[in-house]
């Protein structure tokens, strides 16, 4: 009865906030349970102590190419790649956070090549939560990171194309995530976060024979990669306690690239890449067991892009907190 009263506060023509209403709300808020979604960052952990730990299966088909005008196209040969991906989270203090980014990839192709198990670049950063949500609707958490991205995957020397899965370049990390929750009629808790993320390139790299920057053999020169940078929105709908619908919505970028060396016959190479972006959405289902574990099952894909793969991407996470 009492349930009933409070929202029938809320239905109410707002002309004034209700205090019973923002109770209600808060309430439900407080009780939902969330794992994703799939693409966005998540704030700093709020608990000193806290660890968390969310491992990703990502099987990624490309589907053709977008060129530099945006249109879509076919390509003589598709590849695909396999990742596994380890978000590790633990919260130093009640605000701020160490996070590392562990990936191994594999890469196919139809011609039946194929890379071996491969070890990509590391993304290690801080977070640290300026405001906090306190369980109260409407009310944002504010969280702003900094990193560096160690480049552990391999980019150059190499026997097979398949096998470039990093970049070579130490890039710093700077981002942002502003997470709200928010209830609606019928008490179902939403959360929306706005995240956005820049990497850029601390000094030029090595390229030695064939690499990621489209080099061949006998090549020796030198690489600076562009910057490049995230921004997206994501929201989470709460069918009920253990259940929820995500949607991310995302933009990649990632400036042109300069290349400038020698190639095998001592001829000098100097050229330019290309500007790259990408618009994805990736559709979700959450399955939580409590507020410390739960499931994430979905797919992203590319809806436009330019200098790029078009692409789906089905994935599965598993999120676990102590």
Same mark, same amino acid.
């Given at each position: 009865?009492?349930?009933?009263?409070?929202?029938?506060?809320?239905?109410?023509?707002?002309?004034?906030?209700?205090?019973?209403?923002?109770?209600?709300?808060?309430?439900?808020?407080?009780?939902?349970?969330?794992?994703?979604?799939?693409?966005?960052?998540?704030?700093?952990?709020?608990?000193?102590?806290?660890?968390?730990?969310?491992?990703?299966?990502?099987?990624?088909?490309?589907?053709?190419?977008?060129?530099?005008?945006?249109?879509?196209?076919?390509?003589?040969?598709?590849?695909?790649?396999?990742?596994?991906?380890?978000?590790?989270?633990?919260?130093?203090?009640?605000? $701020?956070?160490?996070?590392?980014?562990?990936? !191994?990839?594999?890469?196919?192709?139809?011609? =039946? &090549?194929? @890379?071996?198990? #491969?070890?990509?670049? $590391?993304?290690?950063?801080?977070?640290?939560? !300026?405001?906090?949500?306190?369980?109260?609707? =409407? &009310?944002? @958490?504010?969280? #702003?990171?900094?990193?560096?991205?160690?480049?552990?995957?391999?980019?150059?020397?190499?026997?097979?194309?398949?096998? =470039?899965?990093? @970049?070579?370049?130490?890039?710093?990390?700077?981002?942002?995530?502003?997470?709200?929750?928010?209830?609606?009629?019928?008490?179902?808790?939403?959360?929306?976060?706005?995240?956005?993320?820049?990497?850029?390139?601390?000094?030029?790299?090595?390229?030695?024979?064939?690499?990621?920057?489209?080099?061949?053999?006998?090549?020796?020169?030198?690489?600076?990669?562009?910057?490049?940078?995230?921004?997206?929105?994501?929201?989470?709908?709460?069918?009920?306690?253990?259940?929820?619908?995500?949607?991310?919505?995302?933009?990649?970028?990632?400036?042109?690239?300069?290349?400038?060396?020698?190639?095998?016959?001592?001829?000098?190479?100097?050229?330019?890449?290309?500007?790259?972006?990408?618009?994805?959405?990736?559709?979700?289902?959450?399955?939580?067991?409590?507020?410390?574990?739960?499931?994430?099952?979905?797919?992203?894909?590319?809806?436009?892009?330019?200098?790029?793969?078009?692409?789906?991407?089905?994935?599965?996470?598993?999120?676990?907190?102590?």
């Amino acid at each position: 009865m009492r349930r009933v009263l409070a929202l029938s506060v809320c239905l109410i023509p707002l002309i004034m906030e209700s205090p019973a209403c923002a109770q209600e709300a808060d309430l439900a808020v407080r009780n939902q349970w969330f794992t994703g979604s799939l693409e966005a960052s998540s704030p700093a952990l709020s608990k000193a102590g806290t660890l968390a730990l969310e491992p990703y299966i990502i099987y990624q088909i490309n589907t053709g190419a977008y060129d530099n005008h945006g249109h879509h196209g076919t390509v003589a040969h598709d590849v695909d790649q396999l990742q596994a991906v380890i978000v590790l989270k633990y919260a130093v203090t009640d605000r $701020l956070s160490i996070q590392a980014l562990p990936s !191994f990839d594999h890469v196919s192709n139809d011609q =039946g &090549s194929s @890379s071996g198990l #491969g070890l990509g670049d $590391l993304p290690l950063e801080l977070e640290y939560r !300026f405001k906090d949500e306190n369980g109260r609707t =409407g &009310s944002p @958490s504010i969280t #702003g990171s900094i990193g560096i991205n160690l480049p552990t995957g391999d980019y150059q020397h190499l026997s097979n194309q398949l096998n =470039g899965i990093g @970049s070579g370049a130490y890039s710093a990390k700077q981002g942002i995530v502003v997470e709200s929750l928010f209830d609606t009629r019928g008490g179902h808790p939403v959360r929306v976060r706005l995240f956005a993320s820049v990497y850029e390139p601390l000094a030029p790299t090595s390229i030695r024979d064939a690499s990621v920057y489209g080099t061949d053999a006998g090549f020796r020169g030198r690489a600076k990669p562009g910057v490049s940078g995230q921004v997206g929105v994501a929201a989470g709908y709460a069918i009920d306690q253990r259940w929820v619908l995500a949607l991310d919505v995302v933009q990649n970028y990632v400036a042109r690239y300069r290349l400038t060396g020698v190639d095998r016959t001592s001829d000098p190479v100097a050229a330019y890449g290309r500007d790259r972006s990408t618009t994805a959405l990736a559709p979700a289902v959450e399955y939580n067991w409590s507020a410390n574990a739960g499931l994430i099952a979905g797919v992203e894909f590319s809806v436009a892009g330019r200098n790029t793969s078009s692409y789906i991407a089905p994935q599965i996470a598993f999120a676990f907190s102590f």
